[in-house]
């Protein structure tokens, strides 16, 4: 089971970039359009900096909703390999035999 305190300060980070997407896409669609004015692109490029790094979406990690590991996760089902075989070993995930001889 992973740290309290690692699942919490990701589903923050979670919580920030859902609040601030809008934000964050406005700006990065003025500092692409090349039809603006350079100052003005700047000017975004340096709002964009002075957000949170936490509301950016690359800082989210994925973690298995089970045991909030987070290192081998499927994206599919948001599941670690591990928590994935010891269903499978129960019979709860159709479709997945675990061998055993």
Same mark, same amino acid.
């Given at each position: 089971m992973? &740290?309290?305190? %690692?699942?919490? &300060?990701?589903?923050? +980070?979670? &919580?920030? /970039?859902?609040?601030?997407?809008?934000?964050? %896409? +406005?700006?990065? $669609?003025?500092? $692409?359009?090349?039809?603006?004015?350079?100052?003005e692109?700047? $000017? $975004? /490029?340096?709002?964009? %900096?002075?957000?949170?790094?936490?509301?950016?979406? /690359?800082?989210?990690?994925? =973690?298995c909703?089970?045991t909030g590991?987070?290192r081998?996760?499927?994206?599919?089902?948001?599941?670690? =390999?591990?928590?994935? +075989?010891?269903?499978?070993?129960?019979?709860?995930?159709?479709?997945?035999?675990?061998?055993?001889?």
């Open positions: 992973a &740290k309290k305190s %690692a699942i919490e &300060k990701n589903n923050r +980070r979670k &919580k920030m /970039t859902k609040n601030a997407a809008p934000k964050r %896409a +406005r700006l990065k $669609a003025i500092i $692409a359009d090349k039809s603006k004015p350079m100052e692109r700047f $000017a $975004a /490029t340096l709002k964009l %900096a002075e957000m949170p790094r936490n509301s950016s979406a /690359t800082r989210i990690r994925n =973690r909703d089970l590991r987070p081998s996760v499927y994206r599919l089902n948001k599941l670690s =390999r591990i928590a994935i +075989r010891d269903l499978g070993s129960r019979g709860l995930v159709l479709g997945l035999v675990k061998s055993s001889w």
